[in-house]
């Protein structure tokens, strides 16, 4: 190969890893809707198209009202994805609500698939975020502020007030996927052996049953 191709060969591959780096997110838009059919056969990344459209599918009313938080946690999250509005499907978005008593905790999880801007509506939160080399950001966000989560990258959040406090997430990704650290370790199923939990957390093998027995069945 002469050295021009060799140098424009590497570089092309230089910029292929450039952008693919800003490629992050869900991928883009072929046409101005794409409602997502739950109910096909086709499999895919993503989901197919419907042929009859309404607003209906770019509708969703299931964030209105306060969520109970009547659970280990006393905060409760809730998720509206592709699974929920249709009409997002291909849009790389989606959204949560998180209620929170005083007290309550969205414990140490991650989204696999976006990043997430985490809205404070009402109260205040503490909230952190650790990185690869595990360092921890924390910091407290009170009404209207507003804390970014990067993608994949494992956080909390608690309510250390005396009063229940609101927050809204947006997703850039139809589908996050949310994986809880507790959850994923202690009650996956079928379930990760007690000695290989009693040794990476120097625990006995008593303990792992006792965390294990709180949190199932799964939250
Ligand atoms: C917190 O959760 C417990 C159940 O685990 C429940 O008894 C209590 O009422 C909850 N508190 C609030 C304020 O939701
Ligand atoms: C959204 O859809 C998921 C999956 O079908 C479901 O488990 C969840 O309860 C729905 N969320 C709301 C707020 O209705």
Redesign the pocket.
Known sequence: MATTDYISVVGMIMMVIFFSSYVWADPDMLQDVCVANLASDITMNGFACKRDVSAHDFFFAGLANPR?????Y?ATVTQVTVRNVTGLNTMGLSMSRIDF??GGLNPPHFHPRASEIFIVIEGKLDVAFITTDYKLYSKSVKSGELFVFPRSLMHYQINNGKVPALALAVFNSQSPGIQRVATALFASSPSVPNHVLAKTFGIEIDEVKKIKSRLAPKI
């Open positions: 109970s938080t009547d659970n280990i006393n008593a005083p």
